[in-house]
């Protein structure tokens, strides 16, 4: 019988890919001297495999398993990303950039913001992104990897050699890796928990604590233990995604293009040696064929692989852990790939499991403060996500009015409030993203700030206009001293796959 003092010896990840891997890596070499991991993975199954673009916030999963940057990055086709280009998302034809990094510099009251909207109302500033080395950098398709250099860059990346590329370092590290397709599903009649897994081939395996990475289907959190789903669908209303790759026909920029369609959204994610495309719509505005001529349309580069449909659900499991499994990956939840918060998810997921991994036995203390701090994490990122639908301009289409005027949660419309009557944005320690973040969407989709905090006003015009000068000639003098981004590629990491 299973219970919650059994000491956890055997961990069995269910699924593969991305998420499959990553936890496998993580818990191997960072705890498998105590414990024994075993992979169960068909080969038969195709992954997801669209999430080819990251944040920065990779750079710690990377330090933590030892993962030196250049080999990664040749091993997976990748190239560097500053950002996401938003077009059309505010009204069609304004375009915006959302960078990674800081803006400006601010003081003890004040962010940089409102220093620059009272430069704004006297005339003496420029874009607000020619004050963020990364929203620059972008826009000049330019960028390095320099000594003492804030980590401040994600990257685009081959999903497919990514899983291949964590596998080869979870199996050097003893993860022991299954052939084979889940059949059954096999519960302690006593406990409710997971006792085993039947495989197809009739092959038992048994285990200690299960990690749940089949995906949509979530095989165990879900079609085993029936934990429950909580639907996003009427506040992030895409439900599908068509996605294609292209052989590359220009040199690769330093950012995901995320173009806003009549019913949903378009990516463009640059490869060393190809392109990955897609749209993201939703069902009840857009057939399938519909969606597949719209992302052909809008392609370019002979194509490598024939279109193929997604189909989804918004939103989050009641419980990421239950009883004695799991869920990580799509497994646990879906949010959609506007912010490329996908593998951010996965690796918080796997660290808070090791930071709270049950090696005595599973207490029902630590499972309820995964589960809480999950889903305090998934919350803010889904707020975020969904700002960029409904502050818009746009009433051009049914799908962009229903997301103008949906019902939204009381925490965007605080944080929307917020910003608009006084300028302030304030980052709490859960959240993902700063304020930089939400400046940038929050200007870019057109809602500015109604005032400027009163500090302000203690500089004079001049203060103010030199205060503003140096700042933006700093940020410009640092981006001129990177070379070219597709330059500094092929210097650096080169791919070895291609």
Same mark, same amino acid.
């Given at each position: ?44 199954? *195709? ?34 990303? %500053? ?19 800081? %803006? ?94 039947? !495989? ?24 085993? %233990? ?54 993201? =719509? ?12 719209? %992302? ?10 024939? *279109? ?82 409904? !502050? ?16 939204? *949660? ?56 030199? =205060? !503003? ?30």
């Amino acid at each position: 019988m299973k219970t919650q003092n059994k000491k956890i010896k055997k961990v069995v990840i269910a699924g593969g890919g991305t998420a499959g891997w990553m936890t496998a890596a993580a818990l191997s070499k960072l705890l498998g001297k105590g414990i024994e991991v075993v992979l169960i993975e068909s080969d038969e199954i *195709p992954t997801v495999g669209v999430g080819e673009a990251t944040i920065p916030t990779l750079h710690i999963f990377h330090q933590l398993l030892g993962i030196n940057e250049q080999e990664f990055m040749a091993a997976t086709n990748a190239t560097f990303k %500053l950002g996401i280009s938003f077009e059309n998302w505010r009204d069609i034809s304004k375009d915006y950039i959302h960078s990674f990094g800081f %803006l400006g510099k601010g003081c003890w009251a004040a962010g940089f913001q409102h220093f620059w909207l009272k430069g704004r109302a006297k005339g003496i500033v420029s874009d607000i992104g020619d004050y963020v080395p990364e929203h620059l950098g972008a826009r000049a398709g330019k960028f390095a990897v320099l000594a003492n250099q804030e980590l401040n860059h994600a990257y685009h990346l081959d999903a497919g050699l990514y899983a291949k590329f964590l596998r080869s370092l979870a199996e050097k590290h003893g993860t022991t890796r299954i052939e084979g397709k889940i059949s059954q599903v096999n519960l302690d009649n006593e406990s409710g928990y997971i006792d085993s897994i039947t !495989l197809a081939s009739g092959k038992i395996v048994e285990g200690d604590l299960f990690i749940d990475c089949t995906g949509f289907k979530g095989m165990l959190i879900e079609g085993a %233990l029936n934990t429950g789903f909580e639907d996003w669908s009427h506040i992030l209303p895409c439900d599908s995604a068509i996605a294609v790759q292209t052989k590359m026909v220009r040199k690769p920029v330093p950012y995901t293009r995320a173009i806003a369609r009549d019913s949903g959204w378009q990516w463009q994610i640059p490869l060393q040696n190809r392109t990955g495309n897609g749209l993201v =719509f939703c069902s009840k505005y857009m057939t399938d064929e519909e969606a597949k001529q719209t %992302l052909l349309a809008n392609v370019q580069g002979e194509l490598l692989n024939e *279109p193929r449909v997604i189909k989804y659900k918004t939103g989050t499991r009641r419980k990421h852990w239950n009883k004695n499994c799991v869920a990580i990956g799509l497994s646990s939840g879906f949010i959609e790939p506007l912010e490329s918060t996908g593998i951010h998810l996965f690796q918080k997921s796997i660290v808070r499991l090791m930071q709270m991994f049950p090696s005595q036995g599973i207490n029902q203390a630590d499972v309820d403060e995964f589960n809480s701090q999950t889903k305090t994490e998934v919350d803010n990122i889904k707020d975020f996500i969904i700002l960029h639908y409904h !502050l818009t301009e746009r009433t051009d289409s049914p799908f962009w009015r229903y997301c103008k005027n949906m019902e939204i *949660p009381d925490t965007l419309k605080h944080r929307m409030s917020l910003f608009k009557e006084s300028g302030q944005v304030f980052k709490k320690a859960e959240d993902l993203f700063g304020e930089t973040s939400w400046i940038q969407v929050m200007m870019g989709q057109g809602l500015m700030p109604e005032q400027y905090h009163p500090i302000v006003d203690l500089m004079s015009d001049e203060e103010l206009t030199s =205060f !503003l000068n140096n700042i933006k000639s700093a940020v410009k003098r640092k981006v001129d001293n990177w070379p070219d981004n597709n330059d500094f590629i092929n210097h650096y990491c080169k791919s070895t796959t291609m």
